[in-house]
Structures are given as C-alpha cells and as structure tokens.
C-alpha cells in the first residue's frame, strides 16, 4: 500500500502517528534539572541566561529524629527504642502544645542517641 492510499484510510494520520516511540514525547532538560552550576556552558553549547542563579542547598542532617529514624540511626528496632524511652534510659524531647498539652510524636535528640552508644561502649 503506498503513502497516497494509505492518506486516504480513515484514521490514517493516527495510524503514522502509533508508528512512532510509544509513550510521551519527553521534554529537552533545562540547565536547572541537568544538573549544571551557574556560568558553565551547557550540552548544546550556550551559556546559561544571565541573572537565573540556583543556589545549591546542603545537606542538613536533622537534629531530632522521629522513632523509626532514630531506630535506623541505633541499628536497633523501633519497639527497643520504645522500651528504652519507657525505662528511661533514652529521653524524647516533648514538644509543648497550646492548652497545657504535648505532641504525641516520639522525638529522640541526636546527640541523646550519641550519649548512649558511648555510654554503651564503656560497659
């Protein structure tokens, strides 16, 4: 079937259409998703639009973690941190609510974590 006959099928374009890559047609990456640092020249050769900086954020550790990441951060699994805060041989830090109450979530200082495995190494 040539190119003329096949113009004159019904549904025809959307048939040469399907023909092609499957999926979406993805979008060129900009200097921003590429990765690139401000000033440096790009793939294709052109120099980034002046007056567009992006910083890079570092990254910041955080300094309370909640049960599961503190858990990690112990090697431990979260029902031993909850036995130690029970205990007391682990602290939570409470974070004071309106009305006299606190947050629910079991926050574990970093450095209260630290203090423990030394205290730990030393027995």
């Known amino acids: ?25 993805r979008k060129t990456e900009s200097g921003r998703e590429a990765g690139i640092a401000e000033g440096e020249d790009r793939a294709d050769g052109k120099l980034r639009p002046e007056g567009r900086t992006y910083l890079a954020i570092a990254s910041i550790s955080p300094r309370l973690f909640g049960l ?14 909850r036995d130690l805060e029970a205990n007391g041989t682990l602290r939570r830090v409470s974070i004071p609510l309106p009305g006299g109450r606190e947050l629910r979530k079991l926050l574990f200082d970093r450095a209260d974590l630290d203090r423990l495995v030394e205290a730990w190494k030393q027995r």
């Open 1 to 25: 079937m040539t190119a003329r006959n096949r113009a004159a099928l019904p549904l025809a374009a959307a048939a040469e259409r399907l023909r092609g890559k499957p999926g979406r047609p």
């Open 68 to 81: 599961p990441a503190a858990a990690a951060y112990l090697g431990l699994s979260g029902w031993t941190i």
